[in-house]
Nanobody, 116 residues
Framework: QVRLVESGGGLVQPGGSLSLSCAAS????????MGWYRQAPGKQRELVAA???????NYEDSVKGRFTISRDNAKKTVYLQMNSLKREDTAVYYC??????????WGLGTQVTVSS
């Protein structure tokens, strides 16, 4: 059974940092594109950052220069380092693993709250 388990969320002050992790129980993890999405109250889920199986990355415009996505295939884990956090980064952050329509999986999410 495929599982994605996010961790590392919490409460942080504006300007602070958090590091999210997503541990995956997936065969052939290295073949999956991995992504971090977020959903704020009353808003649609949006892609924050993604990393392909060949380590190409892309970021949502508002997080460029502040967030960094990375992966460790040996540990079957994807990370999201978040720096210079802003109040508008407050959301539930979800991990996604995708290798096509049939192989698309989500974690349950971790709450990130940026507040003073």
């Amino acid at each position: 059974q495929v599982r994605l388990v996010e961790s590392g969320g919490g409460l942080v002050q504006p300007g602070g940092s958090l590091s999210l992790s997503c541990a995956a129980s997936i065969n052939m993890f290295s073949l999956y594109a991995m992504g971090w999405y977020r959903q704020a109250p009353g808003k649609q889920r949006e892609l924050v950052a993604a990393i392909t199986s060949s380590d190409s990355t892309n970021y949502e415009d508002s997080v460029k220069g502040r967030f960094t996505i990375s992966r460790d295939n040996a540990k079957k884990t994807v990370y999201l380092q978040m720096n210079s956090l802003k109040r508008e980064d407050t959301a539930v952050y979800y991990c996604n693993a995708n290798a096509g329509a049939t192989w698309n999986y989500w974690g349950l999410g971790t709450q990130v709250t940026v507040s003073s």
